[in-house]
């Protein structure tokens, strides 16, 4: 289970992120009053962002657990061929055939 810790850490690196965003808005925003070219965002930004992202990531592991193999094989492999065609859902007992049997009156 999700500690503490690993919301807050998850919390944390979110707000991070959008102040991230906010200040590349505000950087962008500044050099177009300025009439400046944009190059490229500076460099404060730059870690920040990749910072909480990653701090957003290590929080968003432990809160998630445990990851299942995305691959089918390896869950269905100990299950036999005649169990995995085995769809109970899709049994279906109020049909047309029973119209089709012969009927025997005594």
Partial sequence: MASTLHKTITT???????HAAYSAAQHRSYLRITDQEFTSLPVDIVVQGILSLFLT????????????EIRAT?????????????????YCFNHRGKLLRPHFHQ
């Fill in 12 to 18: 944390v690196g979110l707000i991070f992120i959008f």
């Fill in 74 to 90: 390896e869950e269905l492999q100990s299950k036999t061929w005649e169990t995995q065609r085995n769809l109970p859902s899709f």
């Fill in 57 to 68: 990531m290590y929080g968003v592991m432990y809160i998630a657990g445990d990851f299942k």
